[in-house]
Structures are given as structure tokens and as C-alpha cells.
């Protein structure tokens, strides 16, 4: 093969493609976009300090094209064709996530690059959700659905003979990407004709709306995609001016001095004409529009508290404005150390450690306790940022855009096995991940500064 382009590359025209595309079908993302542009440069100009971290860290470069997006396919098989689809731009599946809990019958993973450098050029990712048939109730559903499953292929064959191309020759020429990114956008379109008739999507829907989504259309739409803000706060407060209705509550922690893990809030679904089967009407309710903001990584130990304060805030925030649940939030994660400084002490949080200027140039040093390397200026600790998604927001996220409030729990829980055997391959677990960029970064400091170097 002449040339090939790098997968990360690929994964660029892709996510350019797919924004382009949204902004086309769905003119209040754009609109979204553009409030969320503004706020990040007012915040980046009030903050300076910001400003310099982030470009230090090399976050500066994706800030502007940072996004993700979400699907939901019905089948093992679409699961697995999309698996090769999306390791074309060098995106694999990491984490698995369990909503059925939560009340919506799907269990997700998400593809995203996975190195430093894949993230830093652009971390799109997906979350992918499998519809899980065998939790409808009725066998009859149950049994239509799988039917009409069955009947369709979500690919188009330009992209199927691409994706085999690219794994035979291990990549893709920028011609043969060009035509892979055009194909394979056409598996994430909209389509306003659903493929079955009215009655059997209403059968559908009164089953769970979720169900009526994945099954009653060509392929799984791209539902939403979602740029990355500074300041969720204040992009929350100024979306109803800019003509956009938020959801009620932002998800995730609360306002930090140091953020920790993921906050999101999004817009509500737009209800769409659709033509059904046999020419009659109606409409469908599928896509939205979302923000979020990013922290630091938490470590399992910090998981366990965010996951305990979250429980524990549950109760007192049910029902209430956005404004009071933050505040009451808030309080709850009074118990969350909030200094970069208490979290690595406390082994809450993920920190990428490097050497200072001064670091190299101090020789060898008989220190190697790394908080006093850091005190005596030698070594830096910078925040690992969250890479991923929290199943509860996730949940809140889906609920919000499914409308009413279908929170029964369902009694098939987590399966993560017959996720990965849908999947073709095993999802990676993201705190093994974290914790050995973690370990090579302290691994990389130490071989400098001690003997073992
Ligand atoms: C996915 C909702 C979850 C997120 O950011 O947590 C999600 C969906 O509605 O398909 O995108
Ligand atoms: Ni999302």
C-alpha cells in the first residue's frame, strides 16, 4: 500500500464528518457549539492559569474538537461490524456499563482511542449501547423485534469492503480514508422513514421507547454528540437565551476547584416527523444534544467515595431545581478532598508525574518518596483527565431524552460476558488504563533520578 494515513487521522475526518453532518440535521447543535465556543474562550481569558495547564498538557489542541457521541444497535452482529469499523480509526472498546439497573434495557461500552497521543490529537469516542431483547417482557415483542432485526444491514458494502481493506493491509490510503469516512457515515445517519408500521411501533414503544429507537429504524442514528466546555455552569445557565432548554439537573459532581471525573447536562430530544409503513405519520423523539465537562481520573479508592457521596446525595436532591441540587451536592462533597495536593496523598485521583527543569538537571538524588520529589521542585504531578463515561449520568442522560420517567429497575443486571460475546472481543478495562499511565510516568521519573537509571 502507497502512503497509508495514521488510524488517528482517520478518526479526525471521521469525527469532522460526523459533526458537520449533526450540525446539518440538528440546527440547535450548532447553535450549541457555538455557546459552547464562546464560554470556553471567556473562561480561558479569565483564567490564565487555566489557559497555560491546559496547554501544557497538551489539551490546548482537542479543546476545540473534542467530542463524543452515542448509538444503540439491536444485534451481536452490528455490535461486532462496528468494533472493526470504528479500530479503523483506531478506537476501542473500553469500559462496560450496565443500565438495565437504571431501568433502560441496554448494556454499553465505549469506543475511544486509548494512547496518550491518540487522546491528545482527538479523543472521539462512542458510546455504543446494545439493545438487550431477552429483557422485553412479552415473547411475542420479544420475537417481532428480533425479526425485524434481522432484516436489515446497517452497513452500506462500500464500508464492509473498506473495513476489510483496511485490516488486510493494516491501514488505509487518504484516498481510500476519504471514501471509508463517507461510507461509513452513512451507518449514522437519520432516516425520517421508519421500516415498520405504526401499529408495531407503538407495540414497541408502550414496551419501552428505547426499543421502538433501535429496532423501527435503517441504522442507529447517531443520537447525540456532545463538545467538551470549561465552564458547564455557565453553559447551562445561558442555554435558554441562546434558544436551547436544557435538562433539569447537570449530572455527575459538583462545581470543584478541582474537577473530578465527568459533568453533563444535555437538551431535550426534538420530536421528529416520521413516515411510517403503509404512508401514515407520526413522530419519534430521538435526538438531543449534550455538554461535558472533564476532571481527574479517580483511582478505585476515589470511585468508591464519589460513588458513596453520590448515593448518599440521592435522596436529598430527588425532585429538585437544578440550582438546590447543586447546592446540596455541594454539601455532600464537602467530603471529597479538594486539592490535587490531598487527592494524590489520599491515592483518590490518577496523576501523570514528570520531571521539572530543575528534575533534569539534579542528577542522581537519594529521595524517592514522590511527595517530597514534589515539594523540592523537582518532580510535577499533573491531573490525568477522565477519558470516559458514569453509568448513573448515563442513565440520567438516556431518562431525560426518553422522556416520562421508565425507572424500573429491570431484573437482568449486569453481563458483561455476554456483552464481550456480542463484542467479538473483551472491552478494556479504563483503570487498569489510568493506573498504568500512572505507574509509567512514575517508573520514567524514578529511572532518571536514582540508580536504577
Ligand atoms: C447514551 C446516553 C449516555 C453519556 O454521555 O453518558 C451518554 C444514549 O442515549 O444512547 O451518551
Ligand atoms: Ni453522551
Redesign the pocket.
Known sequence: MTSPVSHHEIRDRFSRAMSAMYQDEVPQYGALLELVAEVNQETLHNDPGLAERLAAHDEMNRLGVER?G???VGTPEELSMLRRLFAVMGMFPVGYYDLSEAGVPVH?TAFRPVEDEALARNPFRV?T?LLRLELIESVELRERAAEILARRDIFTPGARELIELSERQGGLTSEQADRFVSEALETFRWHQDATVDLDTYEALHGEHRLIADVVCFRGPHI??L?PRTLDIDEVQRRMPAAGITPKEVIEGPPRRDCPILLR?TSFKALEEPTRFVGERQGSHTARFG?I?QRGVALTPKGRALYDRLLTESRQRTAGLANQAHQQVLGEVFQAFPDSHGELRRQGLAFFDYRLTEAGREAGLVAETDLEVLIEQGLVSARPITYED??PV??AG??QS?LGGDQNQAYAGNANREAFEASLGATVTDELALYARREQGSIEAVMAVLSDAG
Request: charged share 15%; glycine share 0%; hydrophobic share 40%.
Open positions: 463524543h452515542a448509538i444503540r454499553s458510546f449501547s443520537n447525540h456532545t453533563q449534550e461535558e463515561f458514569l449520568s448515563a442522560i438516556f431524552n
